[in-house]
């Protein structure tokens, strides 16, 4: 009978010691002297190596020749406790079965210490090393963190739909969707594109955003979030931004901004205390590697309550900061990142929540106050990352609603399922974006949102 693999995440077990095992995974580094070669065997379930000792006694040349690394290997043996540092358990091999050879002429991923730029040229390979498993562990564990929170509070999870005719988000640039000819675009009279030839029978695009379903969901089911892709032509090349991403929506009834504040921020920090529970061993490693106030800053983040500031407030602040900023400060600006990080990382050491913006650098749908200039929305502001949460209380009247609209000349032919909400059985409600990324950026101490998500998409990179 076949022994049962086990994974090298639950061979770290005292009770194991002494039985045989098969465990199978991929060569990190191969090393010794004539007599025993010592194999670090790595199989994706945790960022510990198991170290396979094979004597050479027993195990001819041509055995030995194709174990290199990268390559796959299937290994039986003993496992025992281990006489060297750096490991307690180790297996004494057996029986070896290579898989696959990795020809150490042309395998990429020989010695440690490649770029991170580099790497992202061998994204098909990357997550074969330590920093990008950890990372990728990391994000997976973040993402159940993610529907636990919800789930555990009553939260439905709606997905709705990638694919949308509605142009009025405004939240950003849109990427088309369309079966039609590029080289041979059927006309009307007047010589504009005749979108009623297309797949749809109107011109539709990639999501940017779920709010405007989730607002349905939320009038219905009390409380729904989605969690899915999402999409913007960002033409901006920053660490910050993806053209694809991740985004969590919540969209919640009869919530107000204060609700709202209160949800983004218990959100947030039951996902970094889910991590630091479950990642222990991949955060231990990015804090040692690259960034050893990581641990500190998730700690500190936990710890404090997060500031709640009105823009004024803020505004005011910067005005009278000592700091020159690049983008000159005053009263309706959209804040630069350079301020944002002024207010978290020099004025307040902590995350801020900013409320209350000018309504013309808002969205349509946020909530006016009743001073005529702002609206009800909130943007919460992390240390290293800036922007990590957008949202607002929705306007919930008809006619303010209405009238904001027409101020704007937001075309609302293809939104009028939108308005109905307000029409009928209107309530009070909230919602916010939080872009994954940012989150798994913040929680690994990674600098660039490309080194997060497996396979990023930015502008003239769609590679692999
Ligand atoms: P920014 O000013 O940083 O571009 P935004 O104001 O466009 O952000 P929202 O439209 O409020 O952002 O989106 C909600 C959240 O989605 C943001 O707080 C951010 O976490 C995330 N996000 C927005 N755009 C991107 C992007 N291009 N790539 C990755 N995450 C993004
Ligand atoms: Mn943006």
């Keep these: 009978m076949e022994l049962k693999r086990t994974k090298i995440v639950d061979i770290f077990n005292p009770e194991l010691v002494g039985s045989k095992v098969s465990v199978k995974g991929w060569v990190r580094t191969r090393r010794g002297n004539k007599h025993v070669q010592f194999v670090a065997l790595n199989d994706g379930s945790t960022i510990k190596n198991l170290q396979i000792v094979i004597d050479l006694e027993k195990f001819d040349e041509e055995t030995m020749k194709p174990i290199t690394t990268g390559s796959s290997l299937h290994v039986e043996g003993d496992l025992v406790a ?177 609700d709202n504040m209160d949800l983004a921020e218990d959100f947030i920090k039951f996902c970094i205390q889910w991590a630091l529970d479950h990642c222990k061993d991949d ?19 936990l710890a404090e309550n997060f500031v709640r500031l009105d823009y004024t407030d803020g505004i005011n602040i910067l005005l009278e900061a000592k700091k020159k900023f690049e983008f000159p400060v005053k009263w309706g600006i959209d804040l630069q990142s350079e301020h944002e990080r002024y207010l978290v990382e020099e004025h307040f050491k902590r995350p801020v929540i900013l409320t209350n913006y000018p309504k013309e650098i808002k969205a349509f749908y946020m909530k006016q106050n009743d001073d005529g200039k702002t609206v009800r929305a909130m943007d919460v502001l992390f240390p290293q990352i800036g922007e990590i949460i957008g949202g607002s209380e929705r306007e919930a009247d008809y006619d303010k609603l209405l009238n904001r609209i027409n101020e704007l000349n937001i075309p609302m032919k293809d939104m009028w399922w939108y308005l109905e909400t307000r029409k009928f059985g209107t309530v009070p409600h909230s919602g916010f974006g939080l872009g994954f990324e940012r989150l798994v950026l913040f929680v690994t101490g990674m600098q660039n949102i490309r080194d997060v998500i497996a396979f990023p998409r930015t502008p003239n990179n769609a590679e692999f």
């Design 283 to 301: 955060i231990d490693f990015l804090n040692q590697m690259y960034d050893n106030t990581l641990i500190e800053r998730l700690n500190g983040v």
């Design 82 to 258: 281990s006489q060297g540092k750096g490991q307690t358990v180790e297996v004494q091999a057996s029986s070896i079965e290579v898989y696959g050879t990795a020809d150490p002429d042309e395998y990429p991923l020989q010695k440690k210490g490649h770029t991170l730029e580099f790497l992202r040229e061998k994204a098909h390979l990357r997550m074969r090393t330590n920093t990008f498993g950890a990372v990728f562990r990391i994000r997976h564990h973040l993402a159940y963190a993610v529907h636990k929170f919800f789930n555990d509070r009553g939260f439905f999870y709606l997905n709705t739909p990638l694919i949308t005719a509605s142009d009025a988000e405004g939240a950003g640039e849109m990427f088309q969707v369309t079966t039609l000819d590029l080289n041979n675009l059927p006309r009307t009279e007047d010589g504009k594109i005749d979108y009623s030839k297309d797949f749809f029978g109107k011109a539709t695009n990639l999501t940017v955003s779920g709010q405007l379903e989730g607002e349905l969901g939320a009038t219905s089911l009390g409380a729904i979030y989605t969690f899915g892709p999402t999409f913007r032509a960002e033409n901006s090349n920053t660490p910050r931004h993806l053209a694809e991403f991740w985004m969590i929506e919540p969209e919640i009834a009869f919530y107000d901004i204060n």
